[in-house]
């Protein structure tokens, strides 16, 4: 090869990598900015996450591993709703997925995690991760619920149950 041909492939490659490059940098770059209120949410209410994801520039998710604890924050409008989860009366975790089949199609229509806690109340929590009318695709939602309901399940203390005698 001449040096004008090499020439030429270098300065074509250039023209799609630089902008692919640029492109990467901003979207990381906006993703940090969204997700700084999350972190800072986080902060205020004395939690020192270790492990979180953020998605969607309006949901975040993260655990205080000294205290137990899981910090979910969703961002509704311009109102942040935050919940925090002692996972010590935590007795069970699962993922729930609301789908509808349409014409043959899974249509699903919500991803969210269902916690419930002893007591004699038996109270539970939903934690949404997607929902049909703030998202119209999922992108991995499913694969997070899924991993944090993992992360969840190692963390639940076992309270022993009573035993009959």
Same mark, same amino acid.
Not at 65 to 85: C, G, M, S, V
């Given at each position: 090869m001449d040096?004008s041909?090499?020439?030429?492939?270098?300065?074509?490659l250039?023209?799609f990598?630089?902008p692919a490059?640029?492109?990467?940098?901003r979207q990381?770059?906006k993703?940090?900015?969204?997700?700084q209120?999350?972190?800072?949410?986080a902060n205020r209410?004395?939690?020192?996450?270790?492990?979180?994801?953020f998605w969607n520039?309006k949901?975040?998710? *993260?655990?205080?591993?000294a205290?137990n604890? $899981?910090? #979910?924050?969703?961002k509704? =409008?311009?109102d942040?709703q935050?919940?925090i &989860?002692d996972?010590?009366?935590v007795?069970?975790?699962?993922?729930?997925n609301?789908?509808r089949?349409?014409n043959?199609?899974?249509?699903?229509d919500a991803?969210?995690l269902?916690?419930?806690f002893? *007591?004699a109340?038996?109270?539970s929590?939903? $934690?949404? #991760?997607?929902?049909t009318? =703030?998202i119209?695709?999922?992108k991995g939602e &499913?694969?997070?619920a899924e991993?944090?309901?993992?992360i969840?399940?190692k963390?639940?203390?076992?309270?022993?149950?009573?035993?009959k005698?």
């Amino acid at each position: 090869m001449d040096t004008s041909t090499i020439l030429m492939v270098i300065v074509t490659l250039a023209l799609f990598v630089v902008p692919a490059i640029y492109i990467q940098r901003r979207q990381k770059s906006k993703l940090n900015i969204a997700k700084q209120p999350f972190i800072e949410a986080a902060n205020r209410q004395g939690l020192q996450l270790g492990e979180h994801d953020f998605w969607n520039e309006k949901y975040g998710i *993260g655990l205080d591993e000294a205290n137990n604890r $899981l910090y #979910f924050w969703h961002k509704e =409008d311009n109102d942040p709703q935050e919940t925090i &989860l002692d996972l010590g009366s935590v007795k069970q975790s699962v993922v729930e997925n609301a789908h509808r089949d349409v014409n043959g199609n899974r249509i699903i229509d919500a991803v969210g995690l269902r916690i419930a806690f002893y *007591g004699a109340k038996a109270t539970s929590v939903y $934690l949404p #991760f997607y929902v049909t009318k =703030d998202i119209m695709m999922l992108k991995g939602e &499913l694969q997070l619920a899924e991993k944090w309901n993992a992360i969840i399940q190692k963390r639940i203390v076992q309270t022993p149950q009573a035993v009959k005698v």
